[in-house]
């Protein structure tokens, strides 16, 4: 069975190579063959799943691939899968499907436009598969090339400086994380485990030191920082999130998608599979650290949206707020918490993917997303009358992000406060400030665009057609699925979260 992950890696790439052969003139042809190859990768995924044994705590032998690729320095080609990374492959292959068809309306360069996304899905895919920290590294490079270009081409009109924001921020991010990755080569020996992230994991450095400008300062503790600012960047933590609202606003509707529903995740992913299993005790003594970060960007995110006139730049820091749950629950180290941020990391990518379409879908009818334009006059009003199916999926799509009850959101939040509240009470009640929050600024938004005098504009807007709710309707599904029996996906990350917290407990 491990070539499932070889094929969902390498899928993408084939679907890049047969758009070379395609003539860039062809766009319905360019169209058609990039939504059939993100489709196979996405059914790939399911099979995947259909085959993981959720009883297994670590990696699922079955699916490990390990091949030596660079034997001087013992690199190897190592692919696996857990119950911690399947559930962002599955939700990875969803998002790239749904997104070739938000991108039909794309004209400008189409197929440079498709190959750059499928490169950017094979990237994402290989950090949630390699269990190499070269191999893992070089698929997060990577990632950060189709981003900048699909910004920089295709955004709006500060799309050049977004583009170079995003690039610079992260890049920082990521050299900082490389001067881990050589240390950690070094102290472990060179040997054939050097590069292999589930070797590594453990606390093997706990007792060691190091010598910087005289002083000697624990190293698990020092590398620990760099590893979380390189993952804090992406996911993004106050105060690195800077970058996010500007990426978001000008990036275009299907990279918005995947940049809030995929990229933020491969941050918190990090910590998850590197962070806390190689520096398990830094981690513990740095859990309250990260629970007031996390804390400041609930409240600070969820703040910020609401002082938003702009959909899509409310939606960008909503997501920085939703973000910061994640983190609540990764701080919690237990096993309610953990479940709940991994269950939010799933839950968020489809709320949140859901609320850009929906942005998107609108911009194309009125080429703006102001809430209140800055003139201070309405950008929209009475869409319900004149827009009710866009306004129905509108409304379950607030409602997911909100965390109502009966949909994804709920669960997931549930948990994490479940799990951080015995530890961190006093940081669980400000945070459920957050929450009320981000109910206020949601409906709000909803009460200005959508209740009272209908706009003059809107009566000409058409609505929702059968490619739009197409990509519309699986994500309503997924929504409301998951909040009423989320077990699916509980199952899968039991194990494994499981065995993490445990050896979170050891110290």
């Given at each position: 069975?491990a070539?499932l ?17 395609i ?6 042809a360019i169209?058609y063959?990039?939504l059939?190859n ?5 059914v790939?995924t399911?099979?995947l ?7 297994v ?17 013992n690199i190897?080609?190592?692919?696996s ?5 399947l ?15 938000s ?6 360069a189409?197929k ?12 994402v895919?290989?950090?949630?598969m390699a269990?190499?920290?070269f191999?893992?590294y ?9 981003m900048?270009?699909l910004i ?6 500060n799309?050049?400086?977004a583009?170079?924001?995003?690039f610079?921020?992260?890049f920082?991010?990521s050299i900082?994380?490389l ?7 070094n102290?472990?020996?060179?040997g054939?485990d050097?590069f ?5 994991a453990?606390?093997h450095?706990?007792?060691?030191t ?8 624990p190293?698990?503790k020092f590398f620990f920082?760099?590893?979380?600012i390189?993952?804090?960047i ?8 800077t970058?996010l609202p500007?990426?978001h ?18 941050g918190?992913?990090g910590?998850?599979?590197?962070a806390?299993?190689i ?7 740095f ?6 970060l996390?804390l ?6 969820a703040m910020?949206?609401?002082a938003?006139?702009d959909?899509k730049?409310l ?7 939703h973000?910061?749950?994640v ?14 941020a991994v269950l939010?990391m799933f ?5 949140t993917?859901?609320m850009?379409?929906l942005v998107g879908?609108?911009y ?5 997303r102001?809430?209140v334009k800055?003139?201070?006059s ?7 009358t004149?827009l ?15 965390g109502?009850?009966?949909?994804s ?8 406060f ?5 530890k961190f009470?006093t940081?669980?009640v400000?945070?459920?400030f957050?929450?009320?929050?981000g ?6 938004m909803?009460?200005r ?10 009566t ?17 599904v997924?929504?409301v ?6 077990a ?5 990350m039991r194990?494994s979260?499981g065995?993490l917290v ?6």
């Amino acid at each position: 069975m491990a070539y499932l992950l070889n094929w969902i890696l390498w899928m993408p790439v084939l679907g890049i190579l047969g758009l070379f052969v395609i003539p860039g003139q062809s766009k319905g042809a360019i169209r058609y063959w990039s939504l059939l190859n993100t489709a196979i990768t996405f059914v790939l995924t399911i099979i995947l799943y259909m085959n993981f044994n959720t009883e297994v705590a670590g990696m699922q032998s079955q699916f490990d691939i390990r091949i030596p690729w660079i034997s001087q320095f013992n690199i190897y080609y190592a692919l696996s899968v857990d119950g911690i990374s399947l559930p962002m492959i599955i939700l990875s292959g969803l998002l790239f499907f749904l997104c070739i068809l938000s991108s039909w309306t794309i004209e400008k360069a189409v197929k440079s436009y498709f190959i750059l996304f499928l490169l950017l899905e094979a990237s994402v895919m290989g950090v949630f598969m390699a269990m190499d920290f070269f191999l893992f590294y070089l698929f997060w490079e990577i990632m950060l090339i189709p981003m900048f270009f699909l910004i920089g081409i295709w955004g709006g009109e500060n799309r050049e400086y977004a583009a170079i924001k995003f690039f610079l921020y992260t890049f920082f991010g990521s050299i900082i994380m490389l001067i881990g990755i050589v240390a950690l080569y070094n102290l472990s020996g060179k040997g054939i485990d050097s590069f292999n992230i589930v070797a590594l994991a453990g606390g093997h450095f706990r007792d060691l030191t190091l010598n910087i400008f005289g002083y000697d300062l624990p190293f698990n503790k020092f590398f620990f920082v760099a590893m979380f600012i390189g993952f804090a960047i992406k996911v993004p933590i106050f105060p690195f999130h800077t970058w996010l609202p500007h990426a978001h606003v000008q990036a275009p509707t299907a990279v918005s998608v995947i940049l809030a529903g995929v990229l933020l995740k491969m941050g918190t992913y990090g910590f998850l599979r590197i962070a806390y299993p190689i520096f398990p005790s830094a981690s513990v003594y740095f859990g309250e650290a990260i629970a007031w970060l996390g804390l400041i960007n609930v409240i600070y995110g969820a703040m910020c949206a609401m002082a938003q006139d702009d959909m899509k730049k409310l939606i960008a820091y909503s997501s920085v707020s939703h973000m910061g749950f994640v983190m609540l629950g990764l701080a919690a180290m237990t096993v309610q918490g953990m479940n709940g941020a991994v269950l939010q990391m799933f839950n968020h990518g489809t709320s949140t993917a859901m609320m850009f379409l929906l942005v998107g879908i609108l911009y194309e009818r009125s080429h703006h997303r102001w809430i209140v334009k800055p003139d201070g006059s309405r950008g929209f009003g009475g869409l319900y009358t004149q827009l009710p199916r866009y306004s129905i999926v509108f409304i379950i799509a607030m409602f997911a992000s909100m965390g109502l009850p009966g949909l994804s959101g709920f669960i997931s939040e549930a948990l994490i406060f479940l799990g951080i509240y015995e530890k961190f009470t006093t940081i669980t009640v400000m945070a459920l400030f957050g929450l009320l929050i981000g109910a206020a600024y949601l409906l709000w938004m909803f009460k200005r665009m959508f209740f009272g005098e209908v706009n003059e504009a809107v009566t000409g807007y058409s609505d929702m057609n059968w490619r739009e709710l197409s990509y519309m309707i699986p994500l309503c599904v997924a929504v409301v699925v998951f909040g009423i029996y989320p077990a699916p996906v509980l199952d899968v990350m039991r194990a494994s979260v499981g065995k993490l917290v445990v050896m979170l407990s050891l110290y």
